[in-house]
């Protein structure tokens, strides 16, 4: 039977029709994100029925081959080793059997006297290819395409295949040739489409394989973040209790041996560990407040020039015992336009909430400018181009410390991140700080951000809404 009679039996072409609407669908459904796993795949399974019925055989299967390179490309089976392959659809033969069968099949569409009731031929699947990083998701590994990192050193790409196995029984006459010859005219109006769902599959599997490995880079990432957070926490929370510890102790054990003024510096060290402790235990209540929402400001007229002032004040009076003279602090005030000023406006926000973000602001400042400096507090209202108000009030806060790498900019009001690992041994806190500050000024309707270059010191920048009682 030619195809040219084939186009003339109304029967067998409504058979034809039918099973190309199934293929349709299934190719749809191999699309979708419900798509079943690699091995247990429904959807291959119910295309091998559909083709089983079709072409009227008792057996199949649906296998999958990676070409790799070799000499006899003439022969389409050849190249396609064995531990190369795997099925997608099995149907009442075993996966070995269908392997055995492929030797005797030297080219398309021929067959082997001893298996004169098989057919294997290729479906059609274009220019499908498997990229070298996603090889190994096909490729066992011993398969010889793939080296030890997973990537063929020979080619680009290796190309893929889907075979289709068919088998028949034994006719009343002792053979199965007019069935085998049916299934090979059949094939051809079939490959297209039948090729079109394993296309699909394929493409979803490969779409789940990098889910699959964004996925997992990202639990290694979190589980990375993990323990350096639980590093950091710790390292917080048990040095300063170790010094408190240690002091009080020894104060226990020899009260009467030290002097007066030792047992001062004792009690002073145990109060200076006791804020620094109590200082990260309300910084992680904080985070988890504003986390949570459950933080709410108290709005009131603020004077930020004021405001910065006792925030500087404060921080001077912190370093007194300890860097005196390192430090030096300065507050400017100006216009929109860039002329020195006396005042700037008010504006509506909470004071103690917004003292803290100066305050935080000044504690980063010092702590990553270790051989001291000068930290200036820059306080100016900015103008918008056509408007004769100003809507905004700018706060920037300079430092000449050891800077900020431009990767690292983004990243400074994370949760717990620190800039450089070295730097969080040798600077202490949590690294909530700038998280702090960020979280609290979005709560203002304002923004913050940074800009930094190395060894010239860091300024941040914090833009806060002015009401419309100041337009006056």
């Known amino acids: 039977m030619g195809t040219e009679d084939l186009s003339l039996e109304e029967p067998l072409a409504s058979e034809i029709a ?98 004169s009731c098989w057919l294997v031929d290729r479906l059609a699947l274009g220019e ?62 079939i490959s297209d489409a039948a090729g079109a769902v394993i296309i699909h599959l394929l493409l979803a599997e490969r779409m789940q394989e990098v889910e699959l490995t964004a996925a997992r880079e990202a639990l290694q990432h979190m589980e990375l973040l993990k323990a350096e957070l639980l590093a950091t926490v710790s390292h917080e929370l048990r040095s300063p209790l170790a010094s408190i510890k240690g002091y009080a102790a020894t104060l226990l054990r020899h009260e009467r041996r030290l002097a007066r003024a030792e047992r001062h510096q004792f009690l002073l060290a145990i109060s200076e560990a006791s804020d620094r402790l109590e200082q990260s235990i309300e910084r992680l209540l904080e985070m988890s407040q504003l986390e949570t929402g459950a933080i709410t400001l108290e709005r009131s007229p603020v004077d930020v020039a004021l405001l910065a002032q006792e925030a500087i004040t404060a921080a001077e009076q912190g370093l007194a015992a300890q860097a005196a003279g390192h430090f030096s602090f300065k507050l400017h005030l100006e216009h929109a336009d ?27 400042a010092i702590k990553y400018s270790p051989g001291g400096g000068t930290v200036t507090v820059l306080v100016r209202p900015t103008m918008q181009a056509g408007d004769p108000h100003p809507r905004m009030l700018e706060i920037c806060v300079s430092d000449t410390g050891m800077g ?13 991140y620190r800039v450089d690992l070295r730097l969080t041994r040798e600077v202490s806190g949590l690294g909530l700080g700038l998280a702090i500050c960020k979280r609290l000024i979005e709560l203002h309707e304002g923004t913050i951000w940074a800009e930094s270059a190395l060894q010239h010191g860091s300024t941040l920048h914090v833009l806060l809404p002015i009401g419309e009682m100041d337009h006056v």
């Open 18 to 115: 039918a099973v190309l609407r199934e293929l349709a669908r299934l190719s749809q459904r191999a699309g979708a994100p419900e798509v079943d796993t690699r091995f247990g795949n429904t959807v291959a399974a119910t295309m091998l029925e559909h083709l089983l019925a079709l072409f009227a055989a008792q057996r199949g299967a649906i296998l999958l081959a990676v070409q790799e390179d070799g000499p006899e490309q003439h022969n389409f089976l050849a190249p396609l080793q064995a531990q190369a392959i795997r099925p997608l659809a099995l149907h009442e033969l075993r996966e070995e059997e269908a392997y055995t069968l492929l030797p005797a099949f030297a080219s398309p569409g021929t067959q082997g006297s001893e298996v």
């Open 404 to 416: 900020i790498p431009a990767g690292h900019l983004e990243r400074i009001f994370e949760q717990f």
């Open 338 to 364: 860039g002329t020195p000023a006396t005042s700037v406006p008010l504006i509506m926000a909470d004071p103690r909430r917004l003292r803290e973000v100066l305050d935080n602001l000044l504690e980063n």
């Open 128 to 189: 499908f290819a498997v990229e070298p990083e996603l090889a190994h998701a096909y490729l066992p590994a011993s398969s010889p395409a793939l080296n030890r990192e997973g990537s063929s050193p020979t080619q680009a790409s290796h190309p893929l295949q889907a075979l289709l196995v068919l088998g028949w029984d034994v006719l009343a006459d002792g053979t199965c040739s007019s069935a085998v010859e049916r299934g090979r005219t059949l094939l051809p109006f």
